[in-house]
Structure formats: structure tokens, C-alpha cells
Nanobody, 117 residues
Framework: QVQLVESGGGLAQAGNSLTLSCAAS??????MAWFRQAPGKGREFVAT????????YYGSSVKGRFFISRDSAKNTLYLQMNSLKPGDTAVYYC????????????WGQGTQVTVSS
């Protein structure tokens, strides 16, 4: 049974940093990603990483501020979020593919990030 469990969310002031974690179990994946959903908005792509070679891609709104990484030994995905803005307030979800890279079929329960000005 595949499980993705996020942690590390919370309240931060603008300009500060937070790191999210996503512990994965049940199988291995080709790609994993972070998405977010702000109140009243659709789900937004944040970042993705190839689990094999570490190649990363970022959404335009976070590029240069957020950094995605993985620890293969711990089967854990991370999102380092720097220079946080109130606009980064959202529920953050980690996602994993089902064997087709970039086709995310497994999702975590989400972790709330709130950035105050």
C-alpha cells in the first residue's frame, strides 16, 4: 500500500524559510512532486524531481526561492522554501507517479503553510 505523509508545515513570517518533508512508502517512483492549493484557487504545480537522476523543474512563481530534493535512503522528498511571501499560503501536497513519469496518481493528505506579512 502506497503512503505519502507530509510534515513540516506551519506558520511563518514573510521572508523566512520552512522545509516540508514527504515520507513515501509502499513502492519506488520515477518522479515525485510538490503541488499547492490556495483558498479558492485551483491546484498549482510547485516543483518536481526525477528520483533516479535528480533532475528538477520548478513553477515560475517559486523558481529561485524553493528547492526540491530527495533522500533515496530514507525514501523522503523535501521542499526547502525560502523568502516566503503571503502569496505562498496554501495547502502543500506531495505527489508521486504510478510508473509513468509525470503522471501523478498518489497524493499525500496535505500540509498547511501560512505566511504572514
Amino acid at each position: 500500500q502506497v503512503q505519502l505523509v507530509e510534515s513540516g508545515g506551519g506558520l511563518a513570517q514573510a521572508g523566512n524559510s520552512l522545509t516540508l518533508s514527504c515520507a513515501a512508502s509502499g513502492r519506488t517512483f520515477n518522479t515525485m512532486a510538490w503541488f499547492r492549493q490556495a483558498p479558492g484557487k485551483g491546484r498549482e504545480f510547485v516543483a518536481t524531481i526525477n528520483w533516479i537522476d535528480g533532475t528538477t523543474y520548478y513553477g515560475s512563481s517559486v523558481k529561485g526561492r524553493f528547492f526540491i530534493s530527495r533522500d533515496s535512503a530514507k525514501n523522503t522528498l523535501y521542499l526547502q522554501m525560502n523568502s516566503l511571501k503571503p502569496g505562498d499560503t496554501a495547502v502543500y501536497y506531495c505527489a508521486a507517479d504510478g510508473g509513468v513519469a509525470g503522471s501523478y496518481v498518489y497524493w499525500g493528505q496535505g500540509t498547511q503553510v501560512t505566511v504572514s506579512s
